[in-house]
């Protein structure tokens, strides 16, 4: 064994933090990608064709946000590990409905900068083999195709780069860097803001809607006029206009109709979409009644103005300063929208 003086005070550092990777768990083997419905940016893997190289496996979906905030972390440690042995697999196991539709996912990988392997798992094939409940969902193998190491959720960046360091010194990676990395987010994939963030992701199908103030199951799958109360109480939502609330969405039947929720967070988004073969839908955001002005998210402008363009997510609001209670409206210019998940940061 290399004197531990040869290994660099950093890798010291790691080792007392997270422990010798001789004594890190054998969480067992990797599992491999043979129920994986396609391939982006890659040919098949398996866990033998892989043998050699550290592997993270991440399972996302592309509007979930909570992934987005990882995203720029991964797309870190591809840039900085890869010729060092890591390998990085994406699992894209859709949540919606659109998110099985491949050229929406191709798409957004290529617009999200996603540039490692990507595993399509419209069937949830590779999810049931490892066992997974969690967008995002972290795995980490060795070099031996053992599961080392795993997080669910956001967070604990420094520590799983450790982990990676750690398991490519292992392999033999020689002139590793081991500063951490450095990220600079934009726009869905800034980190939340957890101190100021009281709302919750809110599904608006009704298979899991909750907040809704008219909720009421003999109207659904049913194309149903709605009126907005003149006051919302925190986390309620409501709608404005004819609209059908089906199991995964809500679905605008005619011109000029809207949603509102009252929110306590920095940032407000929503999963949405035009239906199959609508062309674009012209839309406005309204905080508190008024045009967002420099609270406006990344896709509308200072007016609250945006086009749903695609199946996506949304970020509709990003505050300055101090947060509070408000209330957002989001109104459509034509029928066809369908509202599917609000979420906060």
Request: net charge negative.
């Amino acid at each position: 064994m290399a004197d531990e003086r040869e290994r660099g005070p950093f890798r010291s550092l790691a080792h007392r933090l997270a422990g010798d990777p001789e004594r890190l768990p054998d969480e067992g083997r990797l599992p491999g990608f043979s129920r994986a419905t396609g391939w982006l940016n890659s040919e098949p893997l398996t866990p033998e064709g892989l043998r050699g190289r550290v592997v993270l496996v991440d399972f996302w979906t592309y509007t979930c946000v909570n992934w987005l905030r990882t995203l720029p972390y991964l797309r870190a440690w591809h840039d900085k590990y890869a010729a060092s042995g890591l390998t990085i697999v994406g699992v894209h196991t859709p949540e919606f409905g659109f998110e099985h539709d491949r050229s929406n996912v191709t798409a957004r990988t290529a617009a999200l900068g996603v540039r490692y392997p990507v595993a399509v798992d419209d069937d949830y094939g590779v999810w049931e083999d490892f066992a997974n409940h969690y967008w995002p969902a972290l795995y980490l193998a060795d070099a031996d195709g053992r599961l080392r190491y795993h997080h669910f959720g956001e967070g604990e960046y420094a520590r799983t780069e450790m982990m990676i360091q750690r398991l490519l010194l292992d392999a033999g990676a020689a002139d590793l860097d081991l500063d951490l990395v450095m990220v600079e987010p934009a726009g869905l994939e800034v980190a939340a803001d957890w101190r100021d963030l009281r709302s919750p992701e809110t599904y608006l199908g009704y298979g899991q809607s909750s907040g809704f103030v008219a909720e009421s199951p003999e109207r659904y799958d049913r194309p149903w006029p709605y009126e907005t109360p003149r006051e919302l109480p925190l986390n309620g939502w409501a709608l404005s206009g004819r609209w059908t609330q089906a199991r995964a969405a809500a679905v605008l039947d005619e011109a000029g109709g809207g949603l509102a929720y009252a929110f306590h967070a920095r940032d407000a988004n929503l999963v949405m979409g035009p239906a199959a073969g609508e062309p674009g839908i012209p839309f406005q955001v309204l905080l508190d009644g008024h045009p967002p002005g420099d609270a406006h998210g990344t896709d509308v402008d200072a007016d609250g103005r945006g086009t749903l363009d695609r199946q996506d997510t949304f970020q509709l609001i990003r505050q300055n300063g101090g947060i509070a209670e408000r209330v957002m409206e989001v109104r459509f210019e034509r029928a066809g929208a369908e509202a599917y998940c609000f979420t906060f940061g």
